[in-house]
């Protein structure tokens, strides 16, 4: 028995043997291909051969599947660093939206936030909430990170927002449920999204939807470091600082200079070097508290005017030998936006003493009060009290930093108060600031350095080093939001640049091309002659008989099939639903498939078959498309001038 085993394994090792070697290089090659497709084929399957396993700690094979390895691409791991439920109410509106999240990705859920509102529409980057079952009195809320880390939500003009659309009754009924899968991914991504930018080193490796929850496996990569600011990412704020990275790093390189001083290293190249010239337009709103903190004991607070506050310091006094001293501080977060701080008034029943930063400036009573000293008269000396109107301007000591105000009150019997009175001017107006960006002054200056290519919102105005002859239109753009939105008409916003500069590396050897050249011009398609250099010097030619292997039949194109499916047009706008503009808001999605190899169009669910497998060439329709919308575009820009 064991003796036929043997030869049963024999045979079978064999003919398997014997059908590897029987393969052509044509067959092999396409076997090799179709294993690579199966595992890189589209970004599911690039997800879940290897960025999935290698986040996670899993082993990777190769493409064969021959052999296996382990990598450690990640510092920390979560199972669920991101977990986010989601529930519809009776009118369509998400009543119950739900995050909770692994913050230190150590395997414990340590953050919770339950979304306040009702959601009636989503978009790419936040969510927008309205009154039930309507598209009535909207709020736009966009996901952000706040300074501790958490995920929160900051209301934002519609226009931050990007890819929104709406999921309540107002627009149809049961889309939420009916779409679940996809509302969890943009959800999801929107907050996914929000992290990753504030910190990059938080990686995603793969989102699992379960009825009405998505859960996203987390882990932490990006040089391992505690500082969610590393130093790659510096780069994005400041650009033109990797240049000067860079040369520093080079100098010091043992590596870069045995290069640079090569043979090889002392020719010429030319290098394509991509810089930007942007117009940084910027808009910020002040309010009253974003330029003055107060604490202490004010006893009232009243408006005086746009951008001004009294306040009174007041309290009781006694008639000891140490009254007290009521105080309050007025602390300048923007010192350079008040315009003005004086002591506006001091009133007392019987005395009272101003004083600034612990400096006697004023006083108000029956006979003045200069110093230290108790003044001379018994308390409670009469009915009617004491005011003093004389303006003491104290606007030097508030810019100079935080400012005591004290009142020092002595009285006695029923009326032993005193007060002074603070009025405090500051400027609330927008402040608006533009600069230019210019990250290209350093080649433009570069005499080795010519512009290769130019591209000016969106306009291509060089090519090849050559003007193309187009120049863009003045435009205009809005900048901030609320009361400080402003329009700015300028000739440009942003001027993408190429250069092309040439890199002085000297003479290096030229590559002997003779025998190429010998080989093309004496060899046929049937005849390849060559000439060699034997070991004492000599030439040698030779010829040999050659035919190009065949190449086989090639289709003439990748057969694929067109669909479409029907589609509710719940995109939101800022003129409100777009469906609601249209006389029918129904439409339909456009799908593209590649066809089986038995030519089958693959439908999706809910698709119908709108062009059979083949060759298809739907150019013509996307350039009217595309044209559509460009011009659509430029009909929506409004000006006063005759065009």
């Excluded at 004389?390 to 606007?395: C, E, K, P, Q, R």
Aim: with cysteine.
């Amino acid at each position: 028995m064991k003796r036929g085993l043997i030869l049963a394994g024999g045979c079978a090792l064999a003919c398997l043997t014997s059908n590897v070697l029987a393969q052509t290089m044509e067959e092999r090659a396409r076997t090799a291909a179709q294993a690579s497709r199966n595992k890189s084929s589209d970004s599911d399957a690039l997800q879940s051969h290897f960025l999935t396993p290698g986040l996670g700690g899993q082993p990777i094979a190769t493409i064969d599947n021959s052999q296996q390895f382990t990598p450690s691409l990640a510092c920390q791991k979560s199972a669920t660093a991101l977990e986010i439920l989601a529930q519809p109410g009776p009118g369509g509106d998400i009543t119950s939206l739900r995050l909770t999240r692994d913050k230190n990705l150590d395997g414990t859920f340590d953050e919770m936030l339950n979304v306040p509102m009702p959601i009636s529409g989503i978009c790419a980057n936040g969510v927008i909430a309205c009154n039930q079952a309507s598209w009535d009195q909207c709020r736009n809320f966009q996901w952000t990170v706040g300074g501790a880390g958490e995920v929160r939500l900051a209301q934002v003009e519609l226009t931050a927002l990007a890819g929104c659309y709406c999921v309540n009754n107002s627009c149809g009924d049961n889309l939420v449920w009916g779409n679940m899968a996809s509302v969890l991914k943009d959800l999801g991504g929107g907050v996914v999204g929000a992290l990753t930018t504030a910190d990059p080193r938080i990686g995603i490796a793969q989102a699992q939807i379960d009825g009405p929850v998505i859960r996203y496996t987390g882990a932490q990569m990006t040089a391992c470091t505690a500082n969610p600011s590393v130093t790659a990412t510096t780069y994005r704020s400041d650009p033109a600082a990797i240049q000067g990275d860079a040369y520093n790093i080079a100098e010091a390189s043992s590596l870069f200079q045995a290069l640079a001083g090569s043979a090889i290293g002392s020719g010429k190249a030319q290098e394509i070097r991509a810089c930007t010239i942007t117009r940084d337009i910027a808009v910020k709103s002040w309010d009253y508290d974003d330029i003055m903190g107060v604490g202490g004991s004010i006893a009232s607070v009243t408006s005086c005017g746009a951008g001004c506050r009294r306040y009174q310091i007041r309290g009781p006094g006694n008639c000891g030998n140490s009254p007290p001293i009521h105080s309050a501080t007025f602390d300048p977060i923007a010192p350079d936006r008040i315009l003005s701080a004086r002591i506006v008034e001091m009133g007392a029943d019987d005395w009272v003493q101003a004083r600034v930063n612990g400096q006697i400036i004023g006083s108000a009573g029956k006979r003045p009060w200069p110093g230290e000293a108790l003044p001379s008269g018994d308390c409670r000396i009469s009915d009617d009290p004491w005011v003093e109107h004389t303006t003491i301007d104290v606007t030097a000591q508030l810019k100079a930093g935080a400012m005591i105000v004290g009142a020092r009150v002595r009285g006695g019997g029923e009326g032993n108060w005193g007060y002074v009175t603070l009025e405090v001017q500051v400027d609330t107006a927008c402040e608006i600031s533009e600069q230019l960006m210019d990250l290209c002054s350093g080649y433009a200056a570069d005499p080795a350095c010519r512009l290769d290519s130019e591209t000016v919102d969106g306009v291509t105005t060089f090519r090849n080093g050559v003007h193309t002859g187009l120049k863009p239109l003045p435009s205009t753009r809005l900048f901030g939001t609320g009361d400080c939105s402003v329009q700015y008409t300028r000739d440009f916003f942003e001027r993408s640049r190429r250069y092309a500069c040439t890199i002085d590396l000297g003479s290096a050897p030229q590559p002997d091309l003779t025998r190429g050249a010998y080989i093309i011009d004496h060899s046929t398609k049937t005849l390849l002659a060559d000439r060699t250099i034997t070991d004492d010097g000599t030439v040698a030619t030779s010829t040999r008989p050659f035919t190009m292997p065949d190449r086989g039949s090639v289709a003439a194109c990748e057969p694929i099939c067109k669909t479409r499916a029907p589609k509710a047009n719940s995109d939101v706008a800022v003129d409100g639903i777009v469906g609601a503009r249209q006389n029918d808001p129904a439409g339909w999605d456009i799908y593209f498939h590649s066809c089986t190899t038995n030519n089958a169009c693959p439908l999706g669910e809910g698709e119908e078959l709108i062009s059979a497998c083949g060759c298809l060439d739907d150019f013509p329709e996307a350039v009217v498309m595309m044209q559509t919308v460009r011009l659509s575009g430029a009909d929506l820009v409004c000006s006063a001038e005759a065009r």
